[in-house]
């Protein structure tokens, strides 16, 4: 097998405060390889965007990574100064953010941007970069490229402006992109073209794409594995179908659960009760155990780390045996002493 493009071990992200450190990541692990798409999906505050920043470290002061190791293409990345970090980001990682409008500039033309983009990461005169913006323009959908190289920001759609942030994702040949909510505020039919371009990246450059999401609908169509995040952990860590149809995590089987069935219909969707709780409040043991009405002795006392789990990977005692084990022996205990209250 060859070795992953990027791994994330064991991440740890802290953000120091008067009365402690609030730990905003714990103990992340996953990896991405060249040409796969990564989906990593979750409630809004479950750490995913959080992830991404601290991959292309732009982590928000005072938050900072305490813990653990981020390596990309053989070197690690996560100790490297602000310099070194910013000749990485832009040449070999890409960022897409979620509101196009952040990531541009409205005082100057796309093409400006675009061509001060290529000229800083590629040895390219200007007639060259602009060559190439327009062809980056062209290859991600933007119709008449040539005239609107010279537009500015505000004379885009939304869905253009998101395409433009994806051209200048591109514009040094990245080997990983991390898209941050990508196709969030775009219209379905924008929302398809955004997809059919990432997978075309994909397949036809072999980049690899860390996709952070809260639309599994997203994520079914386009990644080829999904991480689900709760409460800056990773709950479950599989293949799409796996984790999509077979569900191994009880967060994931509510969050799956809670999607309409296109095939049937039914009364009522499933929901979880109770809310993700604040960096302040995570609980002892496993964090969704309030909410979780699978819950049994350990869970309120221990915390699971990812285990085998079917063909995925879940953080839950259910897939422990020994621990599962007991469980059954106690409510059968309890079944049993029911049963014979019952007789008297």
């Not at 991404?52 to 100064?81: C, K, N, Q, S």
């Not at 941007?113 to 991600?140: F, G, K, N, P, Y």
């Not at 285990?307 to 084990?325: V, Y």
Request: charged share 25%; with cysteine.
């Amino acid at each position: 097998m060859p070795a992953p493009l990027l791994e994330v071990r064991n991440l740890r992200v802290e953000f120091p405060t008067r009365r402690g450190s609030l730990v905003a990541l714990d103990d992340v692990s996953f990896s991405i390889a060249a040409g796969e798409v990564l989906g990593v999906v979750g409630e809004s505050g479950a750490g995913k965007s959080l992830t991404g920043a601290a991959i292309i470290g732009l982590l928000e002061a005072p938050g900072r990574i305490a813990a653990g190791e981020i390596v990309f293409d053989g070197r690690r990345i996560d100790r490297l100064d602000d310099e070194a970090m910013r000749r990485i980001r832009g040449k070999e990682i890409g960022a897409i953010f979620q509101d196009p409008l952040t990531s541009l500039n409205p005082l100057y033309t796309i093409g400006r941007q675009l061509v001060e983009t290529i000229q800083t990461h590629l040895d390219l005169s200007t007639t060259a970069a602009r060559r190439r913006a327009i062809d980056l323009l062209e290859s991600t959908g933007i119709p008449g490229a040539r005239q609107r190289v010279d537009q500015y920001p505000h004379q885009f759609s939304g869905g253009m402006r998101q395409r433009v942030v994806i051209a200048l994702a591109l514009a040094a040949e990245p080997k990983l992109i991390v898209a941050d909510e990508p196709t969030t505020a775009l219209d379905v039919s924008i929302q398809a073209q955004i997809i059919a371009l990432l997978k075309t990246l994909c397949r036809d450059h072999g980049t690899a794409i860390m996709l952070v999401t809260h639309d599994v609908g997203v994520i079914a169509e386009t990644a080829d594995r999904v991480a689900v995040m709760y409460a800056g952990r990773i709950a479950e860590i599989g293949r799409v179908d796996d984790v999509i149809h077979r569900p191994q995590h009880p967060y994931t089987v509510g969050l799956m659960g809670a999607i309409p069935s296109m095939r049937h219909a039914v009364d009522h969707l499933a929901q979880i009760d109770g809310s993700m709780p604040r960096l302040t409040a995570i609980p002892r043991g496993c964090a969704f155990h309030p909410r979780c009405a699978a819950r049994f002795a350990p869970c309120d006392r221990e915390r699971p780390n990812l285990m085998p789990a079917a063909d995925s990977l879940a953080a839950c005692w259910l897939h422990d045996r020994n621990h599962r084990k007991a469980a059954e022996s106690m409510h059968a205990a309890l079944a049993a002493i029911d049963h014979a209250s019952g007789e008297l």
